[in-house]
């Protein structure tokens, strides 16, 4: 594996809406913990499930308007799980030397949309909103200055890849010695423009949603966050490929045969020093969309003629968007780390005969343990993002 296997993601703090913790969420993978959505219709659509976190939320320490979102709450909650390894990084590096990345794709909108609709009643904003919010890098931010961070501090937002991209960002941090230790991952919330866009796209499944099923009818969307403590140091589990791709086939609709699916698995398996022979399992994107099942099933076929267990854990987080990429790198994370587990694909099991034939995983309690895992996040505009995470041994 050469000079590559050099960045590792040492620790994690993840919140979803099947879990508080990472212990949380490794006990609802092991026990095949089955959908777990909430049915609303508090944005504006019909009553319609989606993965709403629903465990408490911190309040946010800092008295400035700018930091007052939904969003915070849930990073900060994910950062308070991490906190004690992020100060022992700057008390051994310093300040200038940790970095943060956060991807989102809706940040504080959650918050603004209460906001422009009392602007538009009566013509003023209320008192305790402020734009900054909404702006992408606000998440970012909030993070660094909770934790006094001096690096290198932004936000990514590339749709339902941004998680996912936050941590190919720190990996180049790190290896170009900008930084010595990155806070990398992503965090998104539910809000009305999220629900009602992907209803205006005929996207959102009123049904829990069925991954690469005959049946399936669309995306349950959720919210989480899930932060990494990348570093140098060999702890946890190493970040030992990356693979990015862009097609750019259509603004909302991914190239219906994957090719830029395909090119973003096979980068990451060629950055990882690797051949498909070697990939234990695949957490596919998965989101149950009709073209998204149609293109990553034919991606994954030509990529693994031989067959790859695989699984969509969509079913039992919804589609967490900017933050689907950082959650799904921690199931693979917790899947190399603990003994004989995969994640289930948890479905109504009535396969489509229009799609290629994938391996999908049956029982978490797996044969042998998972060695190297890759995670899949495909975004709108075609921007493909493939990982790999591997066992320390």
Not at 149 to 160: D, E, K, L, M, R
Request: proline share 4%.
């Amino acid at each position: 594996m050469g000079q590559k296997n050099n960045v590792y993601l040492n620790d994690v703090g993840v919140l979803c809406a099947i879990a508080s913790d990472k212990a949380a969420l490794t006990e609802a993978l092991i026990n095949e913990h089955g959908h777990n959505m909430v049915w609303t219709d508090a944005y504006g659509t019909e009553a319609i499930p989606v993965g709403k976190c629903q465990q408490p939320l911190p309040e946010i320490p800092l008295k400035n308007a700018s930091w007052q979102s939904r969003n915070n709450q849930i990073a900060l909650a994910v950062y308070q799980q991490i906190q004690s390894q992020v100060e022992a990084a700057i008390n051994e590096f310093g300040a200038d030397r940790v970095g943060v990345i956060i991807g989102t794709s809706t940040s504080g909108i959650g918050d603004a949309e209460p906001a422009m609709k009392a602007y538009v009643e009566s013509g003023s904003l209320p008192d305790g909103y402020h734009y900054n919010v909404q702006e992408m890098a606000n998440t970012a931010e909030f993070i660094a200055t909770v934790a006094g961070i001096s690096g290198p501090v932004y936000g990514i937002s590339t749709a339902c890849s941004s998680g996912a991209k936050a941590l190919a960002s720190a990996k180049r941090l790190i290896t170009a010695g900008i930084c010595d230790v990155v806070i990398a991952g992503g965090v998104d919330s539910l809000c009305k423009l999220t629900l009602q866009g992907f209803s205006a796209l005929e996207a959102v499944s009123n049904e829990a949603c069925l991954p690469f099923s005959k049946n399936r009818r669309g995306i349950n969307i959720g919210e989480a966050g899930a932060l990494f403590i990348v570093s140098k140091k060999p702890i946890g589990v190493s970040l030992l490929g990356v693979g990015e791709s862009s097609d750019a086939h259509h603004i909302s609709a991914p190239h219906p045969e994957g090719n830029g699916a395909e090119q973003s698995m096979r980068l990451a398996i060629a950055d990882a020093g690797l051949s498909e022979l070697d990939i234990d399992y695949v957490n596919l994107h998965g989101t149950a969309t009709e073209l998204n099942d149609q293109m990553e099933s034919m991606a994954i076929d030509r990529v693994f003629p031989n067959g790859v267990f695989c699984s969509s854990t969509k079913s039992i987080t919804g589609h967490t968007l900017g933050a689907a990429g950082a959650l799904e790198a921690v199931i693979c994370w917790i899947s190399v780390t603990e003994p004989n587990l995969m994640p289930k694909h948890i479905w109504d099991e009535v396969a489509d005969p229009d799609l290629p034939v994938l391996k999908f995983v049956k029982s978490s309690k797996a044969e042998s343990s998972v060695n190297y895992a890759l995670s899949n996040s495909f975004a709108f505009g075609g921007n493909n993002m493939s990982l790999i995470l591997a066992r320390l041994t």
